[in-house]
Each structure stands twice: as structure tokens, then as C-alpha cells.
């Protein structure tokens, strides 16, 4: 059985957690998805996640509080995938542990070379060719 890196992708609008979760699991990642931060705080206490991604416009809480209370229970870089997009936000959300801060509209190619430098693939899933690694 192949251990891949499971991102935890916390989005309250639709189609944007299904195009974050498409993106990432074409990167490797296992997604986990929820919409609301209090479910985003409860999958963040599995061990098993490696990156979270967390919108800070969430409808039940502040996506600060999110991001304080998920980084309480979890070493996992947070990447914040949010419509704020003023220096203050930026800076407020850097404050609140973020290890990198995309602000949307985002682009595909974007979101995966930053949840890739922030959660890089073990060697085993490192692409092969004729059984050489390429990374």
C-alpha cells in the first residue's frame, strides 16, 4: 500500500474545495476535505496530516481561531488559500501560523508548487524513470 501525504483542505464554498482537492491529489496528496472550521479543528488531531489549507472567510469561526486551535494540535504547515488579500491579512495571517499565504483567485499551478515546497514527496513517491529517481 502506497503511504501517501494527506492534506487536510478547509473551504466552505463547494467548488472551490473540489478544485483545491483536484489539485492536490494530482500533486499525491490524500485530501480530506471539510467546510466549516470546527470540523477543520477535529480532522487536524489525526497525526496523519501533513499540510492543511485553510480559508480564513470560514461561516462558524474566525479562520485566525482556526488556524491558532489546528496549530495547537498539529505540527503540519498551514497554507492559507484566501479572498483577504490587504497587508494587514497577510500579516495577521502569518502571525497565526501560516506557513504561506495564496490569495484567490489563485492558480492551479500556484497552489500545488507551494503545498509541493511546503510538503515535498518522500523519495518513494519521487516520479522514476527506468527505475532512476529524478529527484
Do not use: W
Not at 477543520?40 to 486551535?69: K, S
Not at 497554507?79 to 488579500?85: D, G, H, V
Not at 509541493?116 to 532512476?132: N, R
Request: with cysteine.
Amino acid at each position: 500500500m502506497e503511504n501517501k501525504r494527506v492534506c487536510l483542505v478547509v473551504e466552505d464554498d463547494n467548488d472551490i474545495r473540489g478544485l483545491i482537492s483536484v489539485v492536490l491529489q494530482r500533486a499525491g496528496f490524500d485530501v480530506r476535505a471539510v467546510s466549516t472550521g470546527a470540523e477543520g479543528i477535529a480532522a487536524a488531531a489525526d497525526p496523519a496530516i501533513a499540510l492543511v489549507t485553510l480559508d480564513l472567510g470560514l461561516p462558524d469561526m474566525d479562520g485566525h481561531v482556526v488556524a491558532r486551535a489546528i496549530r495547537a494540535l498539529s505540527k503540519a504547515p498551514q497554507l492559507f488559500l484566501t479572498a483577504r488579500s490587504e497587508e494587514d491579512d497577510v500579516l495577521a495571517g502569518m502571525a497565526s501560523g501560516a506557513a504561506a499565504y495564496l490569495t484567490k483567485p489563485f492558480r492551479p499551478k500556484e497552489l500545488r508548487e507551494l503545498a509541493l515546497q511546503l510538503c515535498p514527496a518522500p523519495v518513494s513517491q519521487a516520479p522514476h524513470i527506468s527505475g532512476k529517481s529524478l529527484c
